[in-house]
């Protein structure tokens, strides 16, 4: 597969990554028992129970459904590896490309017992990821062996499929820049 990743990437192709579609399934599956009950709760319930099945059902009939449909049909981008431009890491809003001249290396770690990559970064892009971090949601992920930016674990590719393309675009990069 890594040769693959080094061919698309040597075309100038993106590679993308999308989350995962297991955790919109279930949450389509608990709208589903939910928007049942509240119908439950319509039918025979009396005064306030009768209008509690009305805001359950609605809420998750008519919102979480759709939406659980919506992420399943299109699920969102996690990451984007360009050979040109670099990395993107989707965050909340609009994420900056990590040039590949910010990648010192693309390392493998153990986060909360799962496998995961993680990016290690220049002191300063690092600063810079950081502060962007920051802005953006006020919290800023520790990676597990030192500073880094850990990739999303959402991502419907194995870390392992991630990782070559990962190391295939630092690879192709670094040849080029030699």
Known sequence: MSADHADRLARGDELEFRTARTGMI???????????????????????????????????????????????????????????????????????????????RVDREVLAARPTVVLRLTPEAQERWDAAQRDAQGVVEEAPGGPGVVIPQTIAAPPEEVFRALAAGHDAWSGRSA
Do not use: N, Q, Y
């Not at 509240?38 to 359950?56: E, H, N, Q, T």
């Open 26 to 104: 279930f949450l389509l599956m608990i709208c589903a028992g939910f928007t049942i009950i509240g119908l439950c709760l319509l039918g025979g319930g009396d005064g306030l129970l009768r209008m509690l099945g009305i805001a359950v059902a609605a809420f998750f009939g008519l919102v979480g459904i759709p939406f659980a449909v919506w992420k399943l049909i299109r699920p969102a981008l996690e990451l984007t590896v360009s050979a040109d431009r670099g990395v993107r890491v989707a965050g909340e809003g609009t994420s900056p490309w990590i040039p590949w001249a910010h990648i010192t």
